[in-house]
């Protein structure tokens, strides 16, 4: 069972910055990726970024360039730098985990409950 608790949405402008936490809880020794995705108004929820534990980066082709993810793992914690933020960028944020079922040897997702980003002047 992992927990994953997020941080760091809000109101920001066009143009403007922001970073977003999640920190995983539980079995997070299980966890061997993290990423964020995003859910707008009318749209279906859809891949920012990921990160693998090694470090190993991937991102839509929307926010490359303008958001950095990364993690610690001491702290299993991911983040995600999000600069220059554009309106379409307006979305619920959710964290994502990927981990093994010790008991039944099968991958899960994890979900956070999400932290809403609103871009707008």
């Known amino acids: 069972q992992v927990q994953l608790v997020e941080s760091g949405g809000g109101l920001v402008q066009p143009g403007g910055s922001l970073r977003l936490s999640c920190a995983a809880s539980g079995s997070a020794s299980t966890i061997s990726a993290m990423g964020w995705y995003r859910q707008a108004p009318g749209k279906q929820r859809e891949l920012v970024a990921a990160?693998?534990?090694?470090?190993?980066?991937n991102y839509a082709d929307s926010v490359k360039g303008r958001f950095t993810i990364s993690r610690d793992n001491a702290k299993n914690t991911v983040y995600l730098q999000m600069n220059s933020l554009k309106p379409e960028d307006t979305a619920v944020y959710y964290c994502n985990a990927k981990s093994l079922d010790v008991v039944t040897f099968t991958v899960r997702d994890y979900w956070g409950q999400g932290t809403r980003v609103t871009v707008s002047s």
């Open positions: 990160i693998s534990r090694g470090g190993i980066s």
